[in-house]
């Protein structure tokens, strides 16, 4: 069955390796081949009304995908205007929070039946504000979530057995962006222009992600430094700040290391009091808008004999130094950046659990789906 590990050690490796034809996939639900000028008539067609009425976002998730909807509220409001909020399902849910009225209740689950997201979504509905539309973004089309949702938003990853979630993850920023532009065309909050560029930049989006699994040996060699470490910051600053939390998150679900995902600007208002010599701190550091301050904060941990472990592109022209390692990523545009140094780290917190011997596809504590509260 099409589920099996084959020259895999792992289902999170296979999972991992998975990713460019996994969003090659979903890309294809709304570009045809080589197109740049349109998205595909038949994408979300049928909800175009429904879609063109929504004035605010509200997503809702647990886990890998609420991390998800951290990077798709980036994009929301600085690509297309739109106000968007972010929480986590088991919070939301207790807290009796206000909907406004013509809200898109985006729900974002791997695999539609946790329990917390779902009862979120339940309790919006029975609130009932005014134009509520409801979107399921989910990898299983037979789910609760789908079943009691207004639109399904698939994301073609395929089964994902690995309890940390990785194919998943990245399929679901595909599907996210493509569902920002869908309705920043529909509604008229992008030019042709920007659409243009974003559909040739998805169209490489495949090969980047690639070309990204080539680093898996220098970050194999990159992982034998946090074999003996106790815990470890991950940093990263706009788009890769989610990025961050979700490194934080594989590294301890799956090593057992005590990680923590941090904006980098937050750095002097708390962990930088942890950074000693035994401290590894990865960051993630395209060359984007945010890198120069992003430089600053890594020169602060270095100053404090912190270990850096840098994700960076070549046009950063940063260097490999003393407590300073470095892995070049491949080139990628700021706006899809955080779903090509998604694999860099996966890939860290994969060498890092095998070399400490742990159950990578089950850890210890943990379920591939939480269905009860
Ligand atoms: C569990 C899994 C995570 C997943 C989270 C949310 O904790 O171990 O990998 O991110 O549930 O699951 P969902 O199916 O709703 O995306």
């Not at 701190?281 to 912190?306: T, Y």
Request: net charge negative; charged share 20%; glycine share 6%.
């Amino acid at each position: 069955h099409n589920a099996d590990k084959g020259e895999f050690k792992h289902y999170m490796l296979k999972e991992i390796y998975e990713q460019p034809d996994a969003v090659a996939r979903t890309i294809e639900m709304a570009l045809d081949n080589g197109e740049t000028t349109k998205l595909r008539d038949d994408f979300l067609q049928r909800h175009e009304t429904l879609l063109s009425g929504i004035h605010h976002v509200q997503v809702i998730a647990c886990g890998t995908s609420y991390h998800a909807g951290m990077v798709a509220k980036y994009w929301f409001e600085s690509l297309i205007r739109i106000p968007c909020s972010v929480e986590v399902a088991s919070e939301f849910r207790y807290r009796n929070p206000v909907v406004v009225d013509n809200t898109l209740v985006i729900c974002i689950s791997q695999s539609g039946e946790t329990a917390d997201t779902l009862s979120a979504l339940r309790d919006i509905q029975k609130q009932a504000p005014a134009g509520l539309v409801s979107l399921a973004l989910c990898n299983v089309p037979t789910s609760s979530l789908v079943r009691e949702t207004d639109i399904f938003l698939p994301t073609l990853a395929g089964p994902e057995i690995g309890v940390a979630s990785t194919k998943a993850f990245t399929t679901q920023l595909v599907a996210l962006i493509l569902l920002i532009l869908k309705v920043g065309v529909t509604q008229k909050r992008m030019t042709d222009e920007h659409l243009n560029t974003l559909l040739s930049e998805l169209h490489q989006l495949p090969g980047q992600l690639y070309a990204s699994l080539n680093l898996d040996a220098p970050i194999k060699t990159m992982s034998e430094s946090f074999e003996d470490k106790k815990s470890c910051l991950f940093l990263g600053r706009g788009l890769q700040f989610p990025i961050a939390l979700e490194g934080a998150l594989k590294l301890k679900e799956i090593s057992y290391i005590h990680a923590e995902g941090y904006a980098a600007g937050e750095l002097k208002h708390g962990p930088l009091a942890l950074v000693d010599k035994d401290m590894p701190i990865v960051v993630l550091a395209p060359k984007d808008s945010m890198f120069d301050k992003l430089k600053a904060n890594m020169q602060e941990v270095h100053a404090r004999h912190g270990e850096l472990f840098v994700f960076a592109s070549e046009a950063s022209q940063m260097v490999a130094e003393d407590r300073l390692h470095l892995v070049y990523v491949p080139d990628v545009c700021e706006t899809l950046a955080p779903i090509v140094y998604s694999v860099p780290v996966q890939l860290l917190s994969y060498h890092v659990a095998v070399m400490r011997g742990t159950d990578v596809d089950q850890p210890r504590n943990l379920a591939k789906s939480v269905t009860v509260e």
